[in-house]
């Protein structure tokens, strides 16, 4: 277990495209671990691989509701429904948020952690959370998708 370093806005490595996790070894189950860690301790709901620094196709959400932890690797998305404009950020943009349009529903396949195929129906949130974090995988942030005139930078409270 592990809080890795989050890479941030400019890093170019957020621009580039994920790979297909091939084989889910010690490694990988590493990698989703400290995954899970960082998110919790940035109060994130959602990490894509490659803000750790790591370019393969492994996302982790978590609402903070009752369902746990969202494990989802070589995730693609296969079927979308409708829009909802949203209110977002990103762990790797600190202190900026802004409306953008998502999908209201989506359908992604994924192998989970234990490498077995998974289908998962979203609406809302959680489907606000996963096309968000399977952008990352394509290279694709949340500030491309801004509306215009909607950014806003938010300094954190003292605490
Ligand atoms: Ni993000």
């Known amino acids: 277990m592990a809080i890795r370093n989050i890479r941030e806005d400019g890093d170019e490595i957020l621009k580039k495209t994920a790979r297909e996790v091939d084989k889910i070894d010690e490694r990988i189950q590493i990698l989703i671990d400290d995954m899970i860690d960082t ?6 709901v959602g990490l894509a ?14 609402l903070y509701d009752d369902k746990g932890v969202l494990v989802l690797i070589n995730p693609e998305i296969i079927k979308e429904k409708g829009t909802q404009e949203v209110d977002e950020g990103c762990l790797s943009f600190p202190n900026q948020f802004a409306k953008i349009i998502r999908p209201k529903e989506v359908e992604v396949e994924a192998l989970d ?8 129906k ?8 996963i096309s968000h974090e399977v952008d990352h995988l394509k290279g694709i942030t949340f500030v491309e998708k801004i509306i215009p005139g909607t950014l806003q930078y938010i300094e954190p409270e003292n605490k």
């Open 39 to 44: 998110m919790h301790a940035l109060n994130g």
């Open 49 to 62: 691989a490659q803000q750790v620094g790591v370019l393969k196709r492994i996302v982790v959400i978590d």
């Open 113 to 120: 952690r234990n490498g077995k195929k998974i289908k998962v």
């Open 122 to 129: 979203a609406k809302d949130l959680l489907a606000q959370a």
